[in-house]
């Protein structure tokens, strides 16, 4: 069983800061593009920022300049720091891991559970 559990979120004032924090567990064999995406209330899931094992990264044109992504592979673990936070960043967080428990089938997309991030302003 693969899972990945997020934490970090919470509620924080406009300009804020916060950290979420993704590891993934389980019987993992690699982990190649590691990622978070968020969902707003009424609207659809859209990729913030992703990162791959080489360290290779891409984010949503919103979040340049306020959102780092960063990853740890000796523990499996993604990060998100986001600064300067705005009331439009309010929505729910998701980790997601592109990774491999067998060496005899590809690469699958693994989901967390989803974690709040609240931005008042």
């Known amino acids: 069983q693969v899972q990945l559990v997020e934490s970090g979120g919470g509620l924080v004032q406009a300009g804020g800061s916060l950290r979420l924090s993704c590891a993934a567990s389980g019987r993992i064999i690699s982990i190649n593009t590691m990622g978070w995406y968020r969902r707003a209330p009424g609207m659809q899931r859209e990729l913030v920022a992703a990162i791959t094992s080489g360290g290779s990264t891409n984010y949503a044109d919103s979040v340049k300049g306020r959102f780092t992504i960063s990853r740890d592979n000796a523990k499996n673990t993604v990060y998100l720091r986001m600064n300067s936070l705005k009331p439009e960043d309010t929505a729910v967080y998701y980790c997601?891991?592109?990774?491999?428990?067998?060496?005899?089938?590809?690469?699958?997309?693994?989901w967390g559970q989803g974690t709040q991030v609240t931005v008042s302003s």
């Open positions: 997601n891991a592109d990774l491999r428990i067998s060496w005899v089938t590809g690469y699958d997309a693994y």
